[in-house]
């Protein structure tokens, strides 16, 4: 089979190997515990003055 060939039978293997579904993992949410920080910075106002600059360039 040349490169970029695609036949009947590689369709069919390759659909039944989409169409199958995995169930077999744990969909149970993760809890996650601790604490998230931040810092800001710039005030609103702040940051939309730089983004109107960055949208001008």
């Given at each position: 089979?040349?490169?970029g060939a695609y036949d009947e039978d590689e369709h069919e293997r390759r659909?039944?190997?989409?169409s199958t579904?995995?169930?077999?993992?744990?969909?149970e949410r993760t809890n996650y515990e601790g604490k998230i920080e931040y810092d800001s910075g710039d005030s609103t106002e702040a940051l939309l003055d730089q983004y109107k600059q960055m949208q001008s360039r």
């Open positions: 089979m040349s490169m659909e039944e190997k989409t579904v995995d169930a077999a993992f744990d969909d």
